[in-house]
């Protein structure tokens, strides 16, 4: 079946810092590939996707970048900021309607 | 506009009890979707409606869970003789019709069984 692996958490960055977080998926077909963000006592919220190899999806100075070739899409962002403070979850949707999620990776930033 | 509601917000309930979480997805939205947020299990899907019908119940964890949705509105997830496992928060998501539509989530049902 499909599953998303991401690095285990917490990260602990301060502010300024550089932010990878890496996700690698498995799949049987051609998924379309997702970052949600869930803030402190918030719900789960899209940050970006893509849907193709080599797409890259980008949003409040996120990337990240399908990478067909090694199974990967890596979020990153140069210039992390104390409310990016959150969990972030790697998703993928394949055959099926539904998220297949990764385990989550909380990110602190510290002033 | 509105977006996904979910109630009630928390649920304390006692072992053996049955419980009824209600989803109001966005409206217009076809799909609706029921997920798990648990700890050691993270999130996990557990049904999917399109309009009335639920396509894919691959996820429930047991007969005691079960799903419907009337009008293609609102959801309810029941959940029969709770057991301490089911203690999570349950998210409820919906978008428009198509794998690739984006799915808002609402809030959650933090669950308690004691």
């Known amino acids: 079946g499909d599953s998303v692996t991401q690095m285990e958490g917490p990260v602990t960055l301060s502010e300024e810092a550089f932010l990878t977080i890496n996700c690698t998926y498995t799949?049987?077909?051609?998924?379309?590939l997702f970052w949600y963000v869930q803030y402190p006592g918030e719900g789960l919220q899209l940050l970006l996707k893509?849907?193709?190899?080599?797409d890259k999806g980008s949003n409040k100075g996120f990337e990240a970048t399908y990478r067909k070739e090694t199974t990967s899409f890596h979020l990153e962002k140069g210039s992390v900021q104390v409310s990016d403070s959150a969990v972030y979850f790697c998703?993928?949707?394949?055959?099926?309607?539904?998220?297949?999620f990764g385990g989550g990776t909380r990110l602190m930033v510290k002033p | 506009g509105a977006g996904v509601s979910q109630s009630p917000s928390n649920k304390v309930t006692e072992k053996g009890k049955d419980v009824e979480l209600r989803c109001d997805p966005i409206?217009?939205?076809?799909?609706l979707y029921w997920y798990r947020q648990s700890l050691g299990q993270g999130l996990e899907f557990l049904i999917y409606f399109q309009g009335n019908s639920a396509p894919d119940k691959s996820g429930l964890p047991s007969d005691r869970f079960s799903a419907e949705r009337t009008g293609g509105s609102v959801s309810t997830l029941t959940i029969q003789r709770t057991q301490q496992e089911d203690s999570a928060v349950y998210l409820c998501?919906?978008?428009?019709?198509?794998?690739?539509?984006?799915?808002?989530f609402g809030p959650g049902t933090r669950l308690t069984v004691l």
């Open positions: 893509a849907t193709k190899a080599d």
């Open positions: 409206s217009g939205h076809t799909a």
């Open positions: 998501a919906s978008s428009l019709q198509g794998v690739l539509n984006e799915q808002f």
């Open positions: 799949a049987t077909g051609y998924p379309s």
């Open positions: 998703a993928l949707v394949d055959a099926g309607n539904m998220l297949t």
